[in-house]
């Protein structure tokens, strides 16, 4: 069993940032991705930012050089800073950790942290 706590979302102006951190309560190199997805009001949840075990990221394209994903390793924590903050960022964002057992992945979440970025 995995355990995510999420923090650091709230209310920015546009233009502004946030970091958001997801604490696990397992080694996150034991995970085979850790990711951060968001979720907008009527919208389905989407994949904003991945890091693999081996520290390889991505990004959607609509936050390609806005946000950037990173880890403690010691710490067991992912972070999601995020720049240049626009009002379409709005959402609930989740942290996500998938392990695989037995040859299958399981996927975990957090609980979500509300971003809300105002024009």
């Known amino acids: 069993q995995v355990q995510l706590v999420e923090s650091g979302g709230g209310l920015v102006q546009a233009g502004g940032s946030l970091r958001l951190s997801c604490a696990a309560s397992v080694s996150i190199v034991s995970c085979k991705t850790m990711a951060w997805y968001r979720q907008a009001p009527g919208k389905q949840r989407e994949l904003v930012s991945i890091?693999?075990?081996?520290?390889?990221?991505n990004s959607v394209y609509s936050v390609k050089g806005r946000f950037t994903i990173s880890r403690d390793i010691a710490k067991n924590t992912v972070y999601l800073q995020m720049n240049s903050l626009k009002p379409e960022d709005t959402a609930v964002y989740y942290c996500n950790a998938v392990r695989q057992w037995l040859g299958n992945n399981q996927n975990y979440w957090g609980q979500g942290t509300q971003v809300t970025v105002s024009s």
């Open positions: 890091i693999t075990s081996g520290g390889n990221t």
